[in-house]
């Protein structure tokens, strides 16, 4: 049956069906099982969206153990949930699938096998724990549990740093050692107590750029949790303001023009919705040359906009990096060097090769170079196969019109742009970062791969249009 075609059994109106669906959806919100999962959603995604803080504070041991107790309460969730045992085959997520196993196999032909298998071992757990959220909670719980979390990290950055401004009143190094006896590189402070002096400010994450980042997440989540009316409108707009605020203190130059790049993806979609399908393929061609007209303002923008920001114009160094790093990837071009994720410093090529003001790099600074450093081109054709799918799928979950219920068109929900805008958000960032394929950020991108392909489309009223 198409999606326009009415139910003969259906009710006439479709206000019973929707009230039905509202007591059935708080039925299932107040099940025990259905608050743990969130709540161990809400925690997966403190301490993945966060590990920078969690690894200053407890130090990589701990957070080790913390990684795995976490992933390992995911698993027993999804082995004893029904979901998974009735989910078949064709609806996992097949490009996720291929480069995890890719990751895996590259143990055979790896140039330091012990730290590959850490970073398999590591990257497994996260997409566990991102599988895990995806195929618990559904895409407005997912909000919810999201926009907790990002509450939590936001709040505890803005607290952090008003301690170390008012009562340390110095700056505070990291706790956390690379090595025994090995301490952090003295440019690298957790804070520097910036808030009142109008320093950038680097929140529990201890680093501007990140904490931009986690706010750029909170504004798009923020944003639809206040046009869904999912929490109440004052606190919503409170929190928006706070992020707002963070935003402007970090002072990121890569943050504010990836937060230009979203903004750019939010306002296309809204003019494709409003399109009729018939003639969408006449604008996407004004949407693609806007996008580059963008990139291009944006990059020439860099030359002034960096320099008011106390950053370089050739992003910090990042262009070096990114030399020495394809010269690196080029001697094997095929199936790379095999999988680390994060560098291992103690592991060649990457013991000392990128060290800049005392402080080495365990990342190429941008994830597509990073993936063809580790898998080669092989990996780089699998890893864009598993973006440009989970593309398509949050393009047309945004723009295409949901299911009627009982066969009366419902309005377009908010919601439904939470994976676009989410993937347009990590896509821009890791052309400056490796964070795409590591903890938080890949857990993200596990979640919307995965629940895209499993829930392509949030079906029935929003919430607000039920009374």
């Known amino acids: 049956m198409s999606r326009t075609d009415r139910d003969p ?16 959806a708080r039925a299932h919100a107040s099940d025990p099982g259905t608050r743990r999962r969130r709540t161990l959603a809400v925690l997966v995604l ?24 976490l992933a390992a309460a995911c698993l027993v969730s999804l082995v004893r949930g029904r979901s998974t045992r009735t989910l078949p085959l064709a609806r996992y997520s097949k490009p996720l699938a291929a480069f995890l196993v890719l990751c895996t196999v590259s143990l055979l032909w790896s140039h330091y096998p012990g730290a590959t298998l850490l970073g398999v071992l590591s990257q497994w757990l996260t997409a566990i724990a991102g599988f895990f959220i995806a195929v618990s909670l559904s895409w407005l719980e997912i909000l919810r549990v999201l926009g907790t979390a990002l509450r939590w990290l936001l709040g505890l950055s803005l607290l952090f740093e008003f301690v170390v401004a008012v009562f340390v009143r110095h700056p505070v ?10 301490k952090p590189p003295p440019d690298y402070q957790w804070s520097e107590g910036n808030l009142f002096n109008g320093g950038a400010l680097q929140g529990i994450v201890g680093n501007r750029n990140l904490l931009a980042f986690l ?7 923020f944003v639809i949790e206040l046009v869904e009316r999912t929490r109440r409108p004052l606190p919503s707009i409170l929190w928006i303001g706070v992020a707002l605020l963070e935003h402007a203190l970090t002072r990121s130059a890569t943050v504010l023009l990836a937060t230009i790049g979203v903004g750019f993806v939010l306002a296309v979609a809204l003019v494709i919705r409003r399109v009729p399908v018939n003639k969408r393929l006449v604008v996407y061609p004004f949407g693609i040359v806007g996008l580059l007209g963008i990139t291009i303002f944006t990059l020439n923008l860099s030359d002034q906009l960096f320099p008011l920001l106390h950053r370089g114009d050739n992003l910090t160094g990042r262009i070096e990096i990114w030399n020495t790093v394809l010269n690196l990837a080029w001697q094997h071009p095929v199936l790379g060097w095999g999988w680390v994720s994060y560098w291992a410093p103690w592991a060649e090529p990457f013991k000392n090769l990128i060290v800049i003001d005392g402080t080495v790099y365990l990342q190429a600074h941008n994830a597509w170079i990073d993936v063809f450093l580790q898998l080669g081109l092989v990996g780089l054709f699998v890893f864009s196969c598993l973006i440009a799918a989970t593309i ?7 723009v295409d019109r949901p299911g009627p219920v009982v066969g009366v068109e419902t309005p377009y929900q908010a919601v439904a742009l939470l994976p676009l805008l989410l993937l347009a958000a990590l896509i821009i960032q890791s052309l400056t970062e490796s964070r795409l394929i590591v903890e938080g950020n890949f857990l993200l991108l596990v979640l919307l791969a995965s629940k895209v392909k499993l829930d392509p489309l949030p079906l029935g009223p929003p919430p607000r249009a039920v009374r």
């Open 9 to 24: 059994f259906a009710p006439a109106s479709p206000l019973p069906a929707a009230a039905g669906a509202n007591a059935r």
């Open 46 to 69: 403190i301490a993945a969206l966060g590990g920078d803080a969690w690894q200053s504070l407890l130090g990589w041991p701990a957070f080790v153990v913390l990684v795995a107790a």
């Open 173 to 182: 190094g990291a706790l956390w050692l690379l090595a025994p006896g090995q």
């Open 215 to 221: 706010v750029l997440l909170a504004l798009i989540v």
């Open 392 to 398: 398509i799928r949050s393009w047309w979950m945004a």
